[in-house]
């Protein structure tokens, strides 16, 4: 065993070389395995031994049925009465090439060991075969393994195998282990709450960061050599000792021996284990992961550099509070994540009905009104130089016509019926009813923390003519440590020249009276656009939304300014927060109007954002969410007053066998129009609508796509127990039995329905595994023959 813990299982070794070994997601291939873990040399050099093991094991299948008698008699009882052999042995060491007939030290004919095997199916016989080969592997790591605990776990599945091959059953582990999985939730589903619970307020892109953080994190755990409790003794406490070593015992048995020998069931480590392992080595593993990615920087892609120093420590971080909170939801096996807090305060059953209207009304004039009406924010503007509103006559001149601005006419009772249960489950219609659209928004996590004054934000100025006070400069001394440590690029003497002059203003994040963010800016106001400096959020609190929250504020403030244009130029790594925050590389601004103005930076693209005077940004995403449940309401409705119920269908009970589709009541009247058919022979088929025809010719094919030799995946329901995570990412599965049973209850009236169940079957197999995959071969090479079978027919429009 390794002293210590990385991601390679190198504990054991074959005559074929290494046979370390690591489980693969079925969707990766080596080179995808080799990029999650940092780009190290070790998961390509594990998957080269387990290919080895493999091409062993062909090798040995692949022998004349005499010669897997006679590998097998090695490892077989003697059948005759009385005698306790287990196994034939050479009587002379110089033998070469053993008979039926050669003699074994117990005396009886190699025949004796064997002739309870002539009448096993080859497929028996090759199962037996592979437990053969993990003999043999399982024996020279136990002669290699140094670590006695290991050594005892690889000795008592040697005498498993042993055991198993002497009484032909399928090997499994019963012992005071127990059997996975071993605690609820499993760390998987741990992960996957985290996601949920403290990342679901990002935008799609960067939750889906998040999201591939979280899958580069599973590799790993899956991936990882958990040290053995003896030779790493300083990675757990003293009461964790004992604990520990039963986890490790049961890591050994059920995910890593199991990776280079696959006659033992093998299973993730994150789909059977759950807090007690994580909590016994996870700050150890946290600094190896990190060490190793550090140590390969070099050697990764840009992208791939930014996922794992950038963004994976503050996940790790995130989930190491949680693994060690008393009472952290994400471990509770009935984890369910709540509607966010703004939306449970914003409308309470049984209050004022004439605010709620009030609140509705506003919400429908932005929806509705060409203008609306804008209200004061919340950010504290500390502005050393001047004290002027920024209210310019225009600006006022559209509030004034924004208040004249009348409503759409919708009923005052209808507007109160949908304020007092938008909300209410019991009265959700729709998708709603199933995907109730609870996550929340990017901003919304740090609005909350501003409204219970946990931050705040400050717009903050240098001058030449007045004092700027104690505390300001402070904070602008913190700014200018945030911007040097996020910003290495720029010159710390370039950050300072700009942060305290005079001309530029920052609006500062603070938490706890210190920055921890901020935007430095320079308006000019003759031009009517400001230009974005510098923009950043101290590391530690990076992916909680105050990007964003701090971008919504600076829109404000320009917006009550007068200021309607953002120009910034924005590197590789901004691009994409800048695109989230409505910055287009489109520049709508005449270029006379910045050129000369804005500093050019090598290397960096400029980038342009228009304000919406119509718009408070620090409310938009609220606003817009209660608009779309607010319409959706209105649409169900509108829905329920024109809906109509027609009566049953009573043609077959009166002996119809078949009704032409469009004879269905109400059916035309939704603007239902027959297809097209392009194929003659379909187009005869389908309109003389005799089933039993179509059955018969469905059956044909069906038969010729079950013979085919790439159809082996397919032909049965995929197990559970074996992929234990396909139904979460498949959730509509077909395969070629279930269809057999349902072309025989005449489920295909038409050649359409078995088309869509068989090209299902293919697009979920692409959709579970990668391209790479034998898996993903076999559907392309199937969808190709079941399109020639089907057009043989007549039943394939061409």
Known sequence: MSEQGQFSNNSTNSEEGDVSGAPMNKNQTPNQTQNAASTNKQPASRQTNLQRIQQKKQAVLAFPYNKKLLKLAIYSKCQSENC????????????????????????????????????KTEEELNRLLRMVVDIDNMGTAMSREENTETKKVYTYLFHLLRKCILTLDTPVVESSLGQPPFEKPCIHKAITNLLVYKFSHLAQQEWKTMYEVARILLHCLNTWEFPSPSSQKHIVSPEEATVYKMEHMRWLVFCNVPTFCDSLKHYDT????????????????????????????DKMPQERRVMLLTHFPPFLKTLNEEIYAQDSPIWDPEFKQGPPQHFQNLFESGKNKSRELKTNQICLHYFFSANAKRGPTELQERDAKSGKSGETPSRETKRRRAQDDQFEDIPTETVAQI????????????????????????????????????IEMHVIGNSLTETVSK?????????????????????????????????????ALIKENRPIGGICFRPFETQGFTEIVFCAVTFSEQIKGYGTHLMNHLKDYHIRKGILHFLTFADENAIGYFERQGFSKDIKLNRSIYQGYIKDYEGATLMHCELNPKIIYTEFTSVVRRQK?????????????????????????????????????????????????????????EESQDIDVLADMLKTVLQAVKSHEDSWP?????????VPDYYDHIK???????????????????????????MRIFRNCKIYNSPET??????VNLQQYFQTKMKEVGLWDK
Request: charged share 25%; glycine share 4%; with cysteine.
């Open 84 to 119: 306790i052999c287990t196994g034939w042995k050479k009587t002379d060491p110089n033998m070469q090439e053993p008979t039926f007939t050669d003699p074994c030290r117990c005396e009886h004919p190699l025949e004796m060991h064997i002739s309870h095997l002539r009448n």
């Open 270 to 297: 994150t789909m059977v284990f759950g807090r007690t392992l994580l909590r016994a080595v996870f700050n150890y593993m946290r600094k190896q992961i990190m060490d190793q990615f550090n140590r390969e920087r």
């Open 419 to 454: 304020i007092a249960t938008i909300d209410d489950p019991n009265y959700m219609t729709g998708p709603d009813l199933i995907f109730s659209e609870n996550a929340p928004a990017t901003d919304e996590a740090p609005k909350l923390l501003e409204k219970r004054k946990v």
């Open 471 to 507: 505390q300001t400069m402070l904070w602008f001394i913190g700014l200018q440590n945030v911007f040097s440590l996020q910003l290495p690029r720029m010159p710390i003497e370039y950050i300072t020249q700009l942060l305290f002059d005079p001309k530029h203003r920052t609006i």
């Open 629 to 685: 449940k607010f319409v959706k309401q209105l649409i169900y409705q509108q829905q329920r007053n024109v809906s109509k119920v027609h009566p049953g269908l009573t043609f077959f009970k009166e002996g119809v066998k078949n009704i032409p589709i469009e004879s269905i009541p109400g059916l035309q009247e939704t603007g239902w129009k027959p297809a097209a058919r392009a194929t003659r022979g379909a187009q005869q088929l």
């Open 714 to 722: 397919f032909r049965l329901p995929v197990d559970k127990n074996d």
């Open 732 to 758: 509509y599965p077909m395969d070629l039995k279930t269809m057999a049973d349902r072309l025989k209850s005449r489920y295909y009236v038409s050649r359409r329905l078995f088309i869509a169940d068989m």
């Open 774 to 779: 034998e898996y993903y071969q076999c559907a």
